[in-house]
């Protein structure tokens, strides 16, 4: 009897800053004898005394001299194309949220690039606090956590439970050859004891990890991220039969596959995902890459 493997853990319109600089005005009106605020010499008794000279204006004298208001402020911040979507967010919320929060102008450019430019413009405080949104929101992407703190640990207690079924496995067949069979049943029992506690701790973080994706998103909403295939699988039967006979819209996340192994050729949950629906015949239609709506 071989130990389960326990895998590794599974693992979104800018306006260009303009500064008015080119206010240079002019000085309306000349310096012409019939102009009464002319500048004009004082007579004196001395005919040799040369007559005091007239300064003539600059033409930039009515220009203000104070020190001008700081204009805006530009970042550009370079996104996979395969992230940007999170950047954006269902119909746009995470993008406006963004916006509404920093009050930065975020624009997103060409979807069609890789990787995409997205632009933030406003003021330095502004653009500061949007930049670092949108790169943590990125960095999440690409390295999600979606364990949590409490996935995480059960996860780590599972991988623990399967080392020492491993090294009590190797220990039995060790036993076994030297021919001491009753030791090596009872190093048997030991690994049998290690598997259930394995199985017993991946349980506990899949329940973790399922409501740490879900939390307070109703029973219409299951995002599978961080589940393992058959995790995930015992996940959706348990919620697809409670909502039997209830109707509506249910809304499933399997992913798309982008961190996958391999890539989205190579994503599982997602297929194992679509033939349940087909095998019960629930309609459905995929959102995007990685999202299902099911008509119940």
Not at 164 to 187: I, T
Not at 211 to 220: C, M, S, W
């Amino acid at each position: 009897h071989s130990p389960d493997k326990v895998l590794c853990r599974s693992s979104n319109s800018i306006t260009k800053p303009c500064l008015d600089c080119g206010e240079d005005s002019t000085m309306g009106g000349c310096l012409s004898t019939s102009n009464t605020d002319q500048v004009q010499t004082k007579p004196t008794s001395t005919p040799t005394e040369a007559p005091a000279k007239v300064q003539q204006p600059s033409k930039h004298h009515d220009k203000p001299t104070e020190t001008p208001t700081t204009g805006s402020t530009k970042e550009v911040i370079h996104c996979k194309k395969t992230w940007v979507g999170q950047v954006i967010g269902p119909h746009g919320s995470t993008i406006k949220e963004l916006k509404s929060s920093t009050g930065a102008d975020i624009d997103i450019g060409d979807s069609h690039s890789d990787p995409v430019s997205i632009t933030i413009t406003g003021s330095a405080g502004a653009v500061k606090a949007a930049k670092a949104k949108v790169e943590a929101i990125i960095k999440n992407a690409e390295h999600p956590d979606y364990e949590g703190q409490e996935g995480h640990k059960w996860r780590e207690e599972a991988d623990r439970c399967a080392k020492k079924a491993e090294e009590c496995a190797k220990e039995k067949d060790a036993l076994f050859a030297k021919g001491d069979k009753s030791a090596g049943h009872k190093k048997l029992d030991e690994v049998k004891e290690w598997q259930r506690k394995m199985h017993e701790a991946n349980d506990k973080a899949a329940e973790a990890i399922f409501n740490n994706r879900n939390k307070g998103k109703g029973d219409r909403y299951m995002d599978f991220h961080g589940l393992r295939k058959k995790e995930a699988m015992t996940i959706l039967d348990k919620k697809m039969q409670a909502l039997k006979g209830k109707g509506g819209d249910v809304e499933l996340i399997p992913g798309a596959g982008h961190h996958s192994k391999g890539g989205e050729s190579h994503a599982v949950l997602k297929p194992a995902v679509i033939g349940y629906l087909k095998e019960n015949n629930y309609k459905y239609e995929e959102k995007n890459a990685g999202d299902l709506i099911v008509h119940l």
